[in-house]
């Protein structure tokens, strides 16, 4: 692919970083938001999963311990409420714990194809396998939004850029590995849990984008598969 049309190509993969990043801009004031004295319509599984005392009230200890997890993960509004947004994140969560060291026990993610990386939308968990043995993960990852889905496909990774930068928002990419088109894995500085989700890249810690790129080369298989919740 030629220089011109790979960057063409490229900017078609700008992650969700625009909207993000506003959040993050914005964190010093939305700490300060207020806390609701009202009870969410998950007030009691928003307790539970807080360690707080299950009794389906909002107390001012119940407020600043869901704020906290709010302003952590960039949700908002953040005033402390139990919503579903809040609880929809909280509920990924347990499902991802669930699955402890077997993400490919379902068989969807193929284990014919050498070593791949596998990414399932549904409970926004990336590994990467060698046949059926699992090399790595699996790790909480943010992927695209509504309108922006991340495709679900088997393809290749046909470009690496550990200092890829996005010529559309010029935000930084670092340790990109482009596998669709303009999808990628890369770092981002953010909750993997920050909602609504990226433009279509797989968003990943600093840490496991650096082990992602270390493990992977360019020609190994990638595997999207799934529904990303809300999308």
Known sequence: MGDTRRRAVVALGVTGLVAPLALVLTAAPAQAASCTSQAGPYQKQVERFLGRPVDGRQSAADCKA????????????????AGSVTW?????????????????K????????GRIACVNLTLQLSWIQDGAQLVHGPVPV?????????????????????????????????YSQFFNGGQAFHSVGLSMWNPPGSHGCVNMTPTEAKAYWSLLRNGDDVFVYGRKPGT
């Not at 869901?66 to 409420?81: R, S």
């Not at 929809?88 to 490919?104: E, H, R, T």
């Not at 309108?147 to 670092?174: A, C, Q």
Request: aromatic residues 8%.
């Open 142 to 174: 943010r992927t695209g939004r509504d309108g922006f889905e991340t495709r679900t496909s088997l393809t290749k990774i046909y470009w690496r850029d550990i200092d890829h930068v996005s010529s559309l928002y010029d935000v930084p990419m670092p």
């Open 88 to 104: 929809g994140v909280m509920d990924l969560m347990n499902k991802q714990k669930a699955v402890g060291n077997k993400p490919n």
């Open 106 to 113: 379902d068989g969807k993610c193929p284990v014919n194809k």
């Open 66 to 81: 869901v704020q906290a997890f709010q302003n952590k993960h960039g949700i908002t509004p953040n005033i402390g409420y």
